[in-house]
Each structure stands twice: as structure tokens, then as C-alpha cells.
């Protein structure tokens, strides 16, 4: 009987070490490959990419594919802030919390292990990188969708394809002398190993669409139409006054986070009239003052715009104007 049992239960006992053994040798397969190498920021450059991004005591720094720790310690210890450091070398993990206790801060950020692109970052005001610009490119969309608009996101070294940087620049560090960073000297490329690049974006919001404005005015109230075209943070716009076209131009041409400054430009008996605006978006709601270009005093008139729903569209897929038609 005992014999029995033990028989019956040898088949299943088989099975589950097999499928242990597949499960933690596939895991540890995809564990135990970065896809960039560990190449930590020399110090300089972390500063720059700190002072880029403005970190500051209430930011929440995410450092995807964190390496020793370095950005996050930095940050925690130079702003106050509160940090995480995603790696999926679990070597990296052991020595970030090593470096963070070092430094005093070991209460203020945290280290997991795991694939950046498998990382819940929607709480991040701030996100650093020093990947390969491939890896950019596929992380770029998860960028995009999972953080809040104006989040600030700054890459050591890599851009992003096609979404221009907001500012970019460049530090030069000494580090080519350095014999643990090129093993000869050579005065020919040491400039190029000396400048390091680095570029800063803030998250978009979308203003895609067609919305309805409302400004108040002596008959009540006045409509308009905006329509928005967006590419990443690019926005072109095009109003109109019922079924007449007139002009928006929008501040440098970009919504910045969730605000967005633009002029409307309407013909008012026969002269032109330059309208400003500034506001902020929440969802499909628009908000904020305008004021009349020339006219006495600093009054400011509220207004609003309410997006037309079924003209939704994502800023991801519009890589190039026109996919969005204005009609
Ligand atoms: C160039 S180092 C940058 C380290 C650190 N951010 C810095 O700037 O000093 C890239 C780091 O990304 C990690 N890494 C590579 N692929 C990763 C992935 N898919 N998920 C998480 N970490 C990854 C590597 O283990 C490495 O530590």
C-alpha cells in the first residue's frame, strides 16, 4: 500500500521538477541577459541630468535600468527625493542597496529586480535612462502611455527617434584620461569619449481633436472651434468662427505636460484682434484665461473647451502630420 502511494505519486513528482526545472531555467535565461551592458554615468553627468530634469524634494525618480544606484542615491541624497532603481541584473540590486545604505538614504529609495519593460512606472515624475537608443525606441510608446503628461524624462547619451528632445546638452568630463575607461590614450577620439550627451522631454499631453471654446463676451457668450493636430509634443491647430477659418498659433509650437498657450487671431469690424490663451487640459476638458491683446489693465476672461469625443485620437500613433485630418 505504501509502496503504491509512493509509485502513484512518482509520475507527478517527475512532472512538476520538469516543469520547475523549464519554468527557472527560462526565467533565469530571461534574467541573466541585459540588453545593455553595465556602463555606469560618471558623476558629472548625473548631476547634469538632474539639474536638466529639476528634480526636487517631492519628485518620484525612476531610474530604469538603474546599474550601482547612482542616479537615484544621488537624488535622494542631493533633492530629498523619493526614488526607485529597476535592474534585471540581480548583482545591480544588491550592490544599489549596498550604495544606499552607504549613503544614508536607504529610507528613501527602493530597488526591484526586474525587466524595465515589465515595470509599473505610472508614479514617476521623473524618469532617467541610460539604455542604447534601440531600447529607447521600444520603451518609448510604454513612455508615452503609462506616464502622467508632464512627467520629465531625461536619457544620458540616447534619443528617441523621432520625438525631438524638449532642450538637449552636453557635458564634457575628463573621463577619456581615465585609464579604466579607454585603456590607451589617444588625443583623437578622447573627445568623443569625453562628451556625453544628454536630452530632456516632457510628457505630452493630447490635445488631439476637434473642441468647442466658449469665451464670455457683451451677448453672452462666443463658440469656436479648435481642431489640434499633435505629433509627440508637436501641436498644430486651425480655428473656426462658425464656418470662417481663422488662425491659432501655438506658443513655441508644443504643448507643454497639460498647458498650452496659443493666440487665436480673429477679424472684429475689419480689424485684426489677437486673442491669448493659456490653459490646461484635464482629460477632455480644457481650462484657463485669455486676454486681449492691447486692451487696458490685466483682466483676464475664463474660458473653456470641451473636446469632441468620437475625435479622440493617440498622440503614439501619429508619427507624421496629416494622419489626422482637419475637417
Ligand atoms: C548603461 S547601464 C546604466 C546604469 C545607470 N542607470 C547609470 O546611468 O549609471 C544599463 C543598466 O541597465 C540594466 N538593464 C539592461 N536591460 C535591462 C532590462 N531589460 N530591464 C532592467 N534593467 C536592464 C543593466 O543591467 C545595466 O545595469
Redesign the pocket.
Known amino acids: 500500500m505504501e509502496n503504491r502511494k509512493r509509485c502513484s505519486k512518482r509520475p507527478w513528482i517527475g512532472l512538476v521538477t520538469g516543469l520547475t526545472f523549464i519554468f527557472l531555467s527560462s526565467a533565469a535565461a530571461q534574467q541573466i541577459e541585459?540588453?545593455?551592458?553595465?556602463?555606469?554615468?560618471p558623476e558629472k553627468v548625473?548631476a547634469e541630468m538632474l539639474k536638466m530634469a529639476q528634480v526636487g524634494k517631492d519628485d518620484v525618480l525612476y531610474?530604469?535600468?538603474?546599474?550601482?544606484?547612482?542616479?537615484v542615491i544621488t537624488a535622494a541624497k542631493e533633492f530629498g527625493c523619493r526614488g526607485v532603481?529597476?535592474?534585471?541584473?540581480p548583482q545591480?540590486i544588491r550592490e544599489s542597496r549596498k550604495n544606499a545604505i552607504k549613503a544614508g538614504v536607504a529610507d528613501k529609495v527602493q530597488f526591484i529586480q526586474?525587466?524595465?519593460?515589465e515595470?509599473e512606472i505610472s508614479e514617476a515624475t521623473v524618469v532617467?535612462?541610460?539604455?542604447l537608443s534601440e531600447?529607447n525606441l521600444r520603451l518609448r510608446p510604454k513612455l508615452l502611455r503609462e506616464l502622467n503628461p508632464g512627467t520629465r524624462v531625461v536619457s544620458?547619451e540616447f534619443s528617441m527617434g523621432e520625438w525631438e528632445p524638449d532642450a538637449s546638452s552636453s557635458v564634457k568630463t575628463g573621463d577619456a584620461k581615465d585609464p579604466q575607461v579607454l585603456d590607451y590614450w589617444d588625443p583623437n577620439i578622447a573627445d568623443y569619449w569625453d562628451l556625453h550627451n544628454v536630452y530632456f522631454w516632457i510628457i505630452p499631453g493630447n490635445v488631439m481633436g476637434t473642441w468647442k471654446l466658449e469665451i464670455p463676451d457683451v451677448s453672452g457668450k462666443k463658440e469656436y472651434t479648435l481642431k489640434f493636430e499633435q505629433v509627440f509634443q508637436q501641436v498644430r491647430g486651425e480655428a473656426f468662427e462658425g464656418s470662417s477659418s481663422i488662425p491659432v498659433f501655438i506658443m513655441d509650437d508644443k504643448i507643454k505636460g497639460n498647458t498650452l498657450q496659443f493666440i487665436l487671431e480673429r477679424k472684429l469690424k475689419g480689424r485684426t484682434e489677437r486673442l491669448h490663451f493659456e490653459g490646461s487640459m484635464q482629460g477632455n476638458t480644457m481650462q484657463g484665461t485669455m486676454k486681449i491683446e492691447g486692451s487696458p489693465g490685466t483682466n483676464k476672461i475664463q474660458w473653456t473647451a470641451r473636446r469632441v469625443l468620437s475625435t479622440l485620437r493617440s498622440i503614439i500613433a501619429s508619427r507624421n502630420w496629416g494622419l489626422f485630418t482637419l475637417n
Do not use: S
Not at 34 to 41: K, L, M, Q, S, Y
Not at 85 to 89: A, L
Not at 114 to 117: E, P, Q, T, V, W
Open positions: 541585459p540588453e545593455v551592458p553595465f556602463v555606469p554615468t548625473v531610474d530604469l535600468g538603474c546599474g550601482d544606484g547612482r542616479i532603481g529597476i535592474d534585471i541584473d545591480r526586474m525587466d524595465l519593460f515595470a532617467t535612462l541610460y539604455l531600447v544620458h
